[in-house]
């Protein structure tokens, strides 16, 4: 009967710790590591994957004014730089932010490009 009693108690521990950890408050958002390229690739893919399909299409055009913010206007923009605008282009600025600061930044350029979603 001992033996059943203890068993029984160490189930309800375990029930109680296993349901602590459900319940566990929210991770920080996740934020760009722009301190090396290698840091960079990783970390806006494990952001790109945490979104959802609809924020994920955000993120891809947020690039777009990050990148051509500082010329402008599309004639100043080199064309090399048009050919494949990438988010390894905007590294710098974007290291260090969310999800939402990033479209916050991109919607902040003078150029300005529809992204999907938000106003």
Known sequence: MELRAK???IMCLGALIVGGCAHAPPSAPLRIDGSSTASFQVSWEKMR???TRGQQGQLDVAVLPIALGPYKSLKNVPPS???GI???DIRAQVDGMTF???LALA???PMKVGLPGRP
Do not use: K, V
């Open 49 to 51: 994957r945490s979104l």
């Open 7 to 9: 068993f029984g108690w």
């Open 86 to 88: 990438g988010p390894g």
């Open 107 to 109: 919607r902040s350029e």
């Open 81 to 83: 730089l048009l050919a």
């Open 100 to 102: 939402d600061e990033i």
